[in-house]
């Protein structure tokens, strides 16, 4: 599971910032949504990128979004 090996966990409180789609990829774990680190990441980096120190980001997450996630990428309008 993806807790198990790493990813992005978002706590309850914070997971209310994300999208109703953003939160349909994630797996539920206790309370907190992870995010699988290989690409799930990118949908948390996506619409949050004020969470993460590299400025360019949002434009990576959306590329990687864009092949690995095509019905979020479609719901998003990308």
């Known amino acids: 599971m993806t807790a ?3 990813g992005i966990e978002v ?3 914070a997971a209310r910032l994300l999208s ?3 939160k ?3 797996l539920q774990w206790g309370r907190s949504l992870w995010f699988e680190e290989d690409v ?3 949908i948390v980096a996506y619409e ?3 969470w993460f120190s ?3 980001i949002q434009e990576v997450a959306e590329r990687t979004v864009k092949q690995w996630h095509k019905e979020y990428a479609a719901a998003k309008g990308l």
């Open 4 to 6: 198990g090996h790493g």
């Open 11 to 13: 706590t309850v409180s």
């Open 20 to 22: 109703r789609e953003a």
């Open 24 to 26: 349909k990829e994630a």
């Open 40 to 42: 799930d990441w990118a």
């Open 48 to 50: 949050k990128p004020e």
């Open 54 to 56: 590299r400025p360019d």
